[in-house]
């Protein structure tokens, strides 16, 4: 029997194991992959700490710094690069729109695996290569079993975290409803590239309906000539046949003759899956909290999610200590509390995306009509005059 068991060791599960040892719990996780920081499928972009608070905690919108704070501090060291500028370009054209903001492009598998390390040292139990399969209450605790090979691995906890990704398996397996529907998850595809001559100080983004509907593409330098190069598509299309394979190679040759020309791909690509929904409907059941992309913490209208997760991992540390001390703090409340306007402020000009984001002509329109100001507002989930004109127009969506 342990304190608790945590599904997937991505940010949030990861900083969660190592917090909750560091306050005396016996913490085991469960990781699918031999090792957490490999295969890693994201723009590795966010902000720094200093535009976070200019954005989000000066603004009210983030009302809470401490939690973000903590999450910033497993950043240090990780850093490649520094982007102060990004650029948007509509299908085939020239910028569109840019966007001055701060922000960094980590190692992120670096930073998972120094907080995995650390988290061990702390006496957190790793059970790499197993798949969780399933779970039952017992005793007023949890029986779960996972499979490594060929083999069926028993654990008991008192608690579970699910950390694993959306849609959640976790999520799955307790009943736990994420009132998502398919326009709520968008696939990706990401492949790393070298030799770019571009300015590493800019993210490039790429809005076109031909090779990414209902999403974007992204090139975001790394530094030294390599970048991550990127699109993600919405997976109501990919179930009606859209592959997100060949789109990614429409995007890789339109955009090759003015930002690929001699780049090399330096690994394979792989896909994974975004929640672009919001926060879930139930983040919480009995036993059980659900952190990062499986309590649908990422920011809908950009895809950021890395601090997002990070922030949740450390609510739900807080409220687990709660929990045993005297129940006072709900992790469902706590977490909306904290990240719940600026998710669904993206939430909100997601939708609104959604009207015009298949149809270049509608893009532009929509974009006349907002005005470059206010759009760059909106691209960062600021709040805005419009929002409530976005919450009116996003029920028909």
């Known amino acids: 029997m342990v304190s608790v068991a945590v599904i997937g060791s991505g940010p949030g599960g990861a900083l969660f194991s190592l917090l909750a040892a560091k306050l005396g719990f016996d913490v085991l996780v469960v990781e699918r992959k031999f090792k957490p920081s490999s295969n890693i499928v994201c723009g590795e972009f966010l902000l720094t700490p200093e535009e976070t608070r200019r954005l989000y905690i000066d603004s009210g919108i983030i009302p809470d710094i401490r939690y973000v704070d903590e999450s910033y501090r497993y950043i240090d060291g990780v850093v490649e690069n520094k982007i102060s500028l990004i650029e948007i370009y509509l299908d085939g054209g020239r910028v569109f729109l840019d966007i001055k903001l701060n922000g960094y492009v980590i190692r992120k598998d670096l930073m998972i695996q120094k907080i995995v390390d650390e988290a061990e040292r702390n006496g957190v139990k790793l059970v790499n290569s197993a798949f969780f399969m399933d779970a039952r209450c017992r005793d007023g605790g949890v029986l779960l079993k996972a499979r490594r090979g060929c083999s069926d691995l028993i654990f008991e906890a008192n608690y579970v975290v699910g950390a694993d990704s959306n849609p959640s398996r976790v999520a799955q397996v307790f009943g736990i409803d994420s009132g998502y529907g398919d326009r709520d998850i968008a696939l990706c595809i990401n492949q790393r590239f070298s030799n770019l001559k571009v300015d590493e100080c800019k993210v490039y983004v790429f809005i076109s309906p031909r090779y990414a509907p209902g999403g974007f593409g992204w090139i975001i330098p790394k530094g030294g000539g390599r970048a991550n190069v990127g699109l993600g598509v919405r997976m109501h299309l990919v179930k009606k046949g859209l592959r997100i394979v060949d789109c990614f190679r429409k995007f890789i040759s339109d955009v090759e003759p003015t930002f690929l020309r001699g780049a090399k791909p330096i690994e394979s690509f792989h896909l994974k899956t975004v929640p672009v929904g919001g926060i879930v409907k139930n983040v919480e059941e009995r036993n059980v909290m659900l952190v990062g992309d499986a309590a649908g913490t990422c920011e809908p209208i950009n895809g950021a999610g890395i601090v997002n997760a990070m922030i949740s991992g450390c ?42 984001m298949y149809d270049e002509k509608l893009i532009r329109l929509g974009a006349l009509f907002l005005g470059k100001k206010v759009l760059r507002k909106v691209l960062k989930a600021e709040k805005t005059p419009h929002l409530l004109l976005a919450s009116i127009l996003s029920r028909l969506a």
């Open 315 to 356: 609510i739900a540390r807080s409220c687990l200590k709660s929990i045993v001390d005297d129940g006072l703090l709900s992790y469902g409340v706590e977490l909306r509390r904290v990240l719940g306007r600026v998710v669904e402020n993206g939430l909100l000009y997601r939708k609104i995306g959604d009207l015009l």
